[in-house]
């Protein structure tokens, strides 16, 4: 089975801190996915990669940047932590044609 | 621009009575179309995927929808519910035409089980 870690399923972080959100998977997968989830607005998409050193700003870009370095782990940065940035993270990975996502279990960030 | 929605926040229906979800979709071609599911305090996963071919899509745990072009319509549903049928599902549209498989979700249904 694909897999798709994140590294914390919870963080409590201060305002104005620089926060590193880690995602890796394990099948060698082409694209891969920083959605945010919030309640009644459904999973918005903050930035997408789909290769090594590739980026591609997705909705909600704004104050968020991303770090693909190797193939198999993708990284959300927020650089100046906001309580507004108060969410469910979730990542996911596919092939680069292919539509079906395989996602992580989420890290609930909570900025204080 | 492709989007999705989702009519009704919260679904609540009785263990072993019909489950329907709504989904419609707006795009300039015909799309990808899909139904994830997430269970409490997990990430989402597949339910079904359309795709072009049947009209009427099968999924996992006795879901399915069916695709009608002329209603611009995605919904899902299981003929008896289940109590472990209870979480949250989401609607989703992708561009067939997109080299990288970006996915648009919907806000989501709440789907609860009542016994």
Redesign the interface.
Known sequence: DVK?TQSSRYLVKRTGEKVFLECVQDMDHE?M?W?RQDP??????IY?S?DVKMK?K?DIPEGYSVSREKKERFSLILESASTNQTSMY?C?S????????T????TRLTVV | AQSVTQLGSHVSVSEGALVLLRCNYSSSVPPYLFWYVQYPNQGLQLLLKYTSAATLVKGINGFEAEFKKSETSFHLTKPSAHMSDAAEYFCAVSDRDSSASKIIFGSGTRLSIRP
């Not at chain 1, 009644?40 to 998409?45: D, K």
């Not at chain 1, 596919?94 to 996502?101: F, N």
């Open positions: 798709v694209n996915f959605y009644g607005l459904g999973l918005r998409l997408f789909y591609e997705g979730l996911a596919s092939r680069l044609q292919g539509q079906i996502y996602f992580g279990s989420g």
